[in-house]
């Protein structure tokens, strides 16, 4: 059975700290590797990783994928309140680009 | 660009009462997503479309479900008869299948979601 797999489920930061979410996957026809962020809405997307070992950067966030070992990792530097959210890591597959949603892991930013 | 749109942000109705969620996709987007989000089971696809055409609707829960897609611009999912166990968030998305562009398709595109109590 197709599945993604998040850690950790929640994670406590101060303002500044660096935090590294991982995701694991296991994907038959695996396609594309999908980066969520989930506040109090909808999931907005921020990155889609097709290349093993390409980083894709937006600002303080970037991403990674590792098709060797079937993960991705998402790292924020410098945390805000801002970041807190649920962060989704979404594997397609198949020539429909069917989605795989992981649980999420939870992200709380302290002041 | 409005993104997608849902309707109503949300309900609360009771047990048995007939349900209608309503989707307006991304203009120019070809495929339709409905999700269902609750605390247990995480996101869940139900259905979705591709050319107005349902494509996939393993994911729906049982025949109390339906989905339409009428015209491009426009997606209902109905539940019928409700019950308290239906109470989630359930979140339209859309994109964008290109053919010949596989790897540009698969970010969908959500809309605000709509929060279903069923009493």
């Known amino acids: 059975e197709d599945k993604v797999v998040q850690s950790p489920l929640s994670l406590v930061v101060h303002e500044g700290d660096t935090v590294t979410l991982n995701c694991s996957y296991e994907v038959t026809n695996f396609r594309s590797l999908l980066w969520y962020k989930q506040e109090k809405k909808a999931p907005t997307f921020l990155f889609m990783l097709?290349?093993?070992?390409i980083e894709k950067k937006s600002g303080r966030l970037s991403s990674i994928l590792d098709k060797k070992e079937l993960s991705s990792i998402l790292n924020i530097t410098a945390t805000q309140t801002g970041d807190s959210a649920i962060y989704l890591c979404?594997?397609?597959?198949?020539?429909?680009?069917?989605?795989?949603f992981g649980k999420g892991t939870k992200l709380s930013v302290k002041p | 660009d409005a993104g997608v749109i849902q309707s109503p942000r949300h309900e609360v109705t009771e047990m048995g009462q007939e349900v209608t969620l309503r989707c307006k996709p991304i203009s120019g987007h070809n495929s339709l997503f409905w999700y269902r989000q609750t605390m247990m089971r995480g996101l869940e696809l139900l259905i979705y479309?591709?050319?107005?055409?349902?494509?996939?609707d393993s994911g729906m829960p049982e025949d109390r479900f339906s989905a339409k897609m009428p015209n491009a611009s426009f997606s209902t999912l109905k539940i019928q008869p409700s019950e308290p166990r239906d109470s989630a968030v359930y979140f339209c998305a859309s994109s964008l299948k290109a053919r010949g562009l596989a790897t540009s398709t698969d970010t969908q595109y959500f809309g605000p979601g709509t929060r279903l109590t069923v009493l």
């Open positions: 979404v594997a397609t597959r198949g020539s429909q680009g069917n989605l795989i």
């Open positions: 479309f591709n050319n107005n055409v349902p494509i996939d």
């Open positions: 097709t290349s093993s070992g």
